[in-house]
């Protein structure tokens, strides 16, 4: 069955706005658990931007939600995974003057350096997952550093899907929907889990809920965005409610 892994990050941005205590993610979390997720996704930023180190402690020890931590492939995040043990972690690039993650890891061009930090995380019992472009050659790479898991960046394909006024056969959204595809045809094929995520919403979610073999999504900017208006359980509810048709079709 398809999980949805519901990213709080906005949430904590929602907070940071007044640099106070409200909204809390840890609230978050539990809601989004009440709407249906099947975890909890938090990236803690180099810049501390949104979500902190003190955020992260509290979801791991006041929430039994399962935790993916998306972080650079650093030795201090490295350092935090491995005393804060969320069940997945997910390495991804890093630009401070991003405001979101822009491209997929380049796992090519730093294989020795990331099979180290997935040996580090693997010693303390963690998952590892990366952030990748639907590009088999990093695909192939992924594997060779241990990677037991890849993230599908969904990015161009939502944008797509967005150029395109939402229109499905449009031919971009059909390239860009058929690289996530063969990508995920090579991850299930070198033996790893294959997930996939940024930018999904609403609208673009269903043909890659779709696609097959695909184990989890992870989707924050649009579910906290409806959340304003319907509240986290609802809005994370519609959205496992979408992903399942999908996948029901299917599977
Ligand atoms: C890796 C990814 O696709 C996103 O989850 C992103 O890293 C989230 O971070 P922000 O919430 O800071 O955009
Ligand atoms: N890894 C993708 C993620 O966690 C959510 O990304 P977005 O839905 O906030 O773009």
Known sequence: MIELGVNIDHVATLRQARRTWEPDPVWAAVEAHLGGADGITVHLR????????????????????????????TDEMVGIACALKPEMAMLVPEGRNEVTTEGGLDVLSQEARLKEVIAR????????????????????????????????????????????????????VVAELAKVATAG???????????????????????????????ELHIGHAIVSRSVFTGLRAAVGEMKRLMREAAGSVR
């Open 185 to 215: 045809e090579a991850i299930r094929a070198l033996g790893m889990r294959f997930n996939a995520g940024h930018a999904l919403n609403y609208y673009n979610v269903q043909p890659i809920a779709r696609l097959p073999g695909v184990r």
């Open 46 to 73: 180099e810049d501390r931007r949104h979500i902190n180190d003190s955020d992260v402690r509290k979801l791991r020890e006041l929430t039994q939600v399962k935790l993916n931590l998306e972080m650079g492939a």
């Open 121 to 172: 995380l693997a010693d303390a019992g963690i998952m590892t997952s990366v952030f990748i472009d639907a590009d088999v050659a990093q695909i192939e790479a992924a594997a060779r550093i241990g990677a037991r898991v890849c993230e599908v960046h969904t990015g161009p394909y939502a944008h797509a899907f967005h150029d395109a006024g939402r229109d499905v056969e449009s031919p971009a």
